[in-house]
């Protein structure tokens, strides 16, 4: 049975996972970032036609990366699920993030597309079609059958 069983808490829980390795300091200048939001708004792409953002999801569990120019010209990683991360906090965010991944698939998502989806919020991204499933889901009453 999933324990996110409404829409509300799975778009609670759809925010709650975007918060690893926050705040962030350059180490080249001193800068903070406080939060996602702040890292994708304050830092440069790599090169233009690169998001730098590598997301993986296999056996061993979602791992994200982002890299980042901050102004000072220095490149910045952030780990966000780091597989390293053997805390109740990381083991919580995994445990998140499968959660939500099954309560998508439950509702008809694809299942390697709500992946791809779930990753970019997790970095920090807005992802526009999590946000149409969101709306339609929470449309149809998001009615949980278990
Ligand atoms: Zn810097």
Redesign the pocket.
Known sequence: MPSITNHDAWFAGLKALGHDDFPKR??????VFANEVDYFQQTQAIRPEITGLKAVVDDAGPLVEVFRN?????T?LVNCMSRRDDSAAGNSRRRLFNELLGYLVHHGVDRAQARIELLRVVAGERSAVLETWYGQIAARGAKVED
């Open positions: 350059c180490r080249n200048c001193g800068r901050c102004v000072c010209g220095s910045l």
